[in-house]
């Protein structure tokens, strides 16, 4: 499985469990050690760890791909989860609107690929 239809994976799974405001950022080759951030939210620390347990539970059965490290479980207020060249930010709320991801890395947005994502889902 490629990145591209990893990311599509991610999305509809995280979709399925009312993930909000989806946004990728894609990193060129020369900026970082991974290609993607995916960035979402939930409304509470339950709603984040379902996410988390459903990414978890349906790559690991449906393709055979752990993390190789998760990261905030506990608290669920930004639960990380790293897929090699994916990063999965999933945060509570509050949380994103403080540390703004979207707005460090904003240069980097591909709001082409959430366009085709939600046309492939639909």
């Not at 790293?82 to 509570?92: A, K, M, N, P, R």
Request: proline letters at 2%.
């Amino acid at each position: 499985m490629d990145d591209r239809q990893l990311l599509l994976k991610i999305y509809s799974i995280l979709l399925s469990k009312k993930a909000q405001d989806p946004v990728l950022i894609h990193f060129d080759e020369k900026q970082t050690l991974y290609d993607y951030f995916f960035v979402c939210h939930g409304e509470s620390r339950v709603q984040v760890q379902s996410m988390a347990d459903a990414l978890l539970e349906e790559l690991v059965m449906d393709e055979k791909i752990k993390p190789s490290h998760v990261e905030g479980y506990q608290n669920a207020e930004w639960v990380l989860m790293d897929y090699g060249s994916i990063i999965v930010h999933i945060f509570q709320k509050p949380f994103r609107e403080h540390y703004r991801l979207e707005d460090l890395w904003g240069d980097f947005i591909d709001t082409s690929f959430l366009s085709h994502a939600e046309k492939t889902s639909l």
